[in-house]
């Protein structure tokens, strides 16, 4: 997997989650799931930058792992907002097949580091 697909399309990834969440806070008045959204949706990208510096193939899989369990938490917190009518279904089907694609390729990574 190359480092920068990853990187890109988390970067990509945590605006749309800032966006979203700016525009759940401002129309509907909603400010605690989204603060959760906020935070684990944009951790999953700083985890991958911080990856790709890591100082061994362990500090790499266990940064790779950390952003793995956000973006899972990630998909929870955006299912919640979905099924508590705070965040519509094509927004909800937009992030989630993004969020999807992302654990599809870190679990890649994981995969194939782990095995090396």
């Given at each position: 997997m190359d480092g920068n697909l990853i990187e890109e399309k988390s970067f990509e990834f945590a605006v749309a989650i800032v966006r979203e969440c700016r525009k759940i806070s401002?129309?509907?008045?909603?400010?605690?799931?989204?603060?959760?959204?906020?935070?684990?949706?944009?951790?999953?990208?700083?985890?991958?930058?911080?990856?790709?510096?890591?100082?061994?193939?362990?500090?790499?899989?266990?940064?790779?792992?950390?952003?793995?369990?956000?973006?899972n938490?990630?998909?929870?917190?955006?299912?919640?907002?979905?099924?508590?009518?705070?965040?519509?279904?094509?927004?909800f089907e937009s992030l989630n097949m993004k969020i999807l694609e992302l654990l599809r390729i870190i679990s890649a990574i994981v995969k194939t580091t782990s095995s090396r």
């Open positions: 401002q129309e509907k008045r909603e400010y605690i799931l989204t603060k959760q959204l906020i935070r684990s949706g944009t951790s999953i990208g700083a985890n991958i930058a911080e990856a790709q510096h890591a100082q061994s193939r362990a500090d790499f899989i266990s940064k790779i792992s950390i952003a793995q369990k956000e973006a938490e990630t998909k929870y917190w955006i299912r919640l907002l979905y099924a508590t009518q705070f965040m519509n279904k094509e927004i």
